[in-house]
């Protein structure tokens, strides 16, 4: 298994501009989770997904971030319009159903706003 | 609020040594604890779990030890070797509801040869 993709690797935007991350988890992981990590925060939880439907976004910082998991097998996080504390790392995770399996995160994005 | 606390923020150990981490929490109703390894860019990796019916789990070099009646936890890294410098992160979850994954802030250990 390839395990969890994210892409981009790197990203760097100007103020204002939209990003849009993008995750594919690995196949047959029925959850899906969005992190950001910064070293003020740690890791922080934005929003999980269960069978492609929403189910706790209550760590969506603000309106400026949206998800979608229009299949099974891939997700977005979008920022519009990005702003410079929008820079971090965000980690998309998956999971199988049933206790006692960790997640499997993916490489991760960095994103920079200036 | 913060539902994982980890100490200490940063450790530095010889080559050989133990280095011992350490987290808490209070809700009694998480039952699964994991602990993930990050090493500088790359995303964290599940690296050994427990449940709460066991006071100790062991793979290789790391143990973990659990105290369910004082809601803790420890990572103990048998004869630390450098190549085990990486940040280090606890995490609590509740199974039976929902599935996220309460992180603690994490623990840089620094292995000096």
């Known amino acids: 298994d390839a395990g969890v993709i994210q892409s981009p690797r790197h990203e760097v935007t100007e103020m204002g501009q939209e990003v849009t991350l993008r995750c594919k988890p690995i196949?047959?992981?029925?959850?899906l989770f969005w992190y950001r990590q910064t070293m003020m925060r740690g890791l922080e939880l934005l929003i999980y997904?269960?069978?492609?439907?929403?189910?706790?976004d209550s760590g969506m910082p603000e309106d400026r971030f949206s998800a979608k998991m229009p299949n099974a097998s891939f997700s977005t996080l979008k920022i519009q319009p990005s702003e410079p504390r929008d820079s971090a790392v965000y980690f998309c995770?998956?999971?199988?159903?049933?206790?006692?399996?960790?997640?499997?995160f993916g490489s991760g994005t960095r994103l920079t706003v200036v | 609020q913060q539902q994982v606390k980890q100490s200490p923020q940063s450790l530095i150990v010889q080559k050989g040594g133990i280095p011992i981490i350490n987290c808490a929490y209070e809700n009694t109703a998480f039952d699964y604890f994991p602990w993930y390894q990050q090493f500088p860019g790359k995303g964290p990796a599940l690296l050994i779990a427990i449940r709460p019916d066991v006071s100790e789990k062991k793979e290789g070099r790391f143990t973990i030890s659990f105290n369910k009646s004082a809601k803790q936890f420890s990572l103990h890294i048998m004869d630390s070797q450098p190549g085990d410098s990486a940040t280090y992160f606890c995490?609590?979850?509740?199974?039976?509801?929902?599935?996220?994954?309460?992180f603690g802030t994490g623990t840089s250990l620094t292995v000096i040869p």
């Open positions: 995770a998956s999971r199988r159903t049933g206790g006692g399996y960790g997640y499997t």
């Open positions: 995490a609590a979850s509740m199974s039976n509801t929902g599935n996220q994954f309460y």
């Open positions: 196949s047959g992981h029925d959850y």
């Open positions: 997904f269960n069978n492609n439907v929403p189910i706790d």
